[in-house]
């Protein structure tokens, strides 16, 4: 069976700071790993994906299958990177999206 | 409107009640989803359309019945909720393998 972990339930750097965020993941096919955010008082969106290798206000996160991980860098956190990022996965031929429980990021001024 | 939208936003009923929630997408996707967001818990997928046919059942209770009269609609009909099943229910729209659209969920506390 398939699960999503994201270890840290909460997370608190400086602005400018460095931040990782971690997901580890099991699976036994060739996973589509994602990252959704959810801004205050917004609704749940996309941040990226693992097959479009792209950085997303400045963040970037490379498929390690080696490790099963996909952890969510950025070099420099700003303020307006405050918010519930999950870590989801997608088997081979589905649809649907499996999360993580999420990782609050504070991003201290 | 466009994107995802869910009505009512909160619900607040009774163990006995019946009552539905509903998600409508305007994004012309052939696939829908309920989600439930529970505190400290990660979310759970519960039911899955893909151009009207349901295919995928998350083991959910029969307490909750989905219905998806068309590629644009899906509802989820609630009838003797437990206090337990009180939890924020997410739709969300996709066309097969992208990117999943969400709603901004319907509340729904169980009394």
Same mark, same amino acid.
């Given at each position: 069976?398939?699960?999503? *972990?994201?270890?840290?339930?909460?997370?608190?750097?400086?602005k400018g700071?460095?931040?990782?965020?971690?997901?580890?993941?099991?699976?036994s096919g060739?996973?589509?790993l994602f990252? +959704?955010?959810? +801004?205050?008082?917004?609704?749940?969106?996309?941040?990226?994906?693992?097959?479009?290798?792209?950085?997303? #206000?400045?963040? *970037?996160?490379?498929?390690?299958?080696?490790?099963?991980?996909?952890?969510? $860098?950025?070099?420099?956190?700003?303020?307006?990177?405050?918010?519930?990022?999950? /870590?989801?996965?997608?088997?081979?031929?589905?649809?649907? @999206?499996?999360?993580? *429980?999420?990782?609050?990021?504070?991003?201290? %001024? | 409107?466009?994107?995802?939208?869910?009505?009512?936003? =909160?619900?607040?009923?009774?163990?006995?009640? $019946?009552?539905? @929630?509903?998600?409508?997408? =305007?994004?012309?996707?052939?696939?829908? +989803?309920?989600?439930?967001?529970?505190? #400290?818990?990660?979310?759970?997928?519960?039911?899955?359309?893909?151009?009207?046919?349901?295919?995928?059942?998350?083991?959910? %209770?029969?307490?909750?019945? %989905?219905?998806?009269?068309?590629?644009? =609609?899906?509802? @989820?009909?609630? =009838? *003797?909720?437990?206090?337990?099943?009180?939890?924020?229910?997410? /739709?969300?729209?996709?066309?097969?393998?992208?990117?999943?659209?969400?709603?901004?969920?319907?509340?729904?506390?169980?009394?």
């Amino acid at each position: 069976a398939q699960r999503v *972990t994201q270890p840290e339930k909460l997370l608190s750097v400086f602005k400018g700071a460095p931040v990782e965020l971690k997901c580890n993941y099991s699976y036994s096919g060739s996973p589509e790993l994602f990252w +959704y955010v959810q +801004y205050s008082r917004q609704r749940l969106q996309l941040l990226l994906r693992h097959i479009s290798r792209e950085s997303i #206000k400045g963040f *970037t996160a490379d498929l390690n299958k080696g490790e099963t991980s996909f952890h969510l $860098k950025k070099p420099f956190a700003q303020e307006e990177d405050s918010a519930m990022y999950y /870590c989801a996965l997608r088997k081979t031929g589905a649809n649907n @999206l499996f999360f993580g *429980t999420g990782t609050r990021l504070t991003v201290i %001024p | 409107e466009t994107g995802v939208t869910q009505t009512p936003r =909160h619900l607040v009923m009774g163990m006995t009640n $019946k009552k539905s @929630l509903k998600c409508e997408q =305007h994004l012309g996707h052939n696939a829908m +989803y309920w989600y439930k967001q529970s505190a #400290k818990k990660p979310l759970e997928l519960m039911f899955v359309y893909n151009f009207k046919e349901q295919t995928e059942n998350n083991s959910v %209770p029969s307490r909750f019945s %989905p219905e998806c009269p068309n590629s644009s =609609h899906l509802f @989820l009909h609630l =009838h *003797t909720l437990q206090p337990e099943d009180s939890a924020l229910y997410l /739709c969300a729209s996709s066309q097969s393998n992208g990117e999943l659209f969400f709603g901004e969920g319907s509340r729904l506390t169980v009394l």
